[in-house]
């Protein structure tokens, strides 16, 4: 993906209402086969309305996911979701802040132009 596409794709999904950034780092090294297992069935959640994950390597090559969440229900997604990925590993869950939409989501499509990239959008 060319820089003018990672703009335009920046301006869409910032221009979306997400209900909170997440960051997981899992415990064991995983396959990428394995992580988009993980990440669809978390995607297909009841709760999630919308969705963009994309994933990095620590250091020490153990696999993390950054991902914006659009949710149906705030209280009951707090509440629910952050359970769900503890088990993956280590999982930061937070309130997702509009005014600093635009960094947060070119952070995340920072990934798109590397050729070995994984990651999703629904």
């Known amino acids: 993906m060319n820089s003018k596409q990672q703009d335009e794709l920046t301006q869409w999904l910032s221009n979306k209402n997400y209900n909170f950034y997440v960051t997981t780092t899992f415990t064991n090294r995983l396959s990428d086969e394995t992580i988009n297992r993980k990440m669809e069935y978390f995607s297909n959640h009841y709760l999630i309305e919308e969705l963009f994950w994309v994933r990095e390597f620590t250091s020490d090559r153990k696999p993390h996911i950054h991902m914006v969440i659009k ?6 997604s707090y509440n629910k979701l952050p359970k ?12 997702f802040e509009k005014s600093k939409s635009t960094r947060c989501i ?9 050729q070995n990239s994984l990651w999703g959008i629904k």
């Open 84 to 95: 769900l990925l503890k088990s993956w590993g280590n999982t930061e869950f937070r309130l």
């Open 71 to 76: 949710t149906n229900k705030i209280i009951k």
């Open 106 to 114: 070119s952070y995340l499509n920072k990934e798109y132009h590397h």
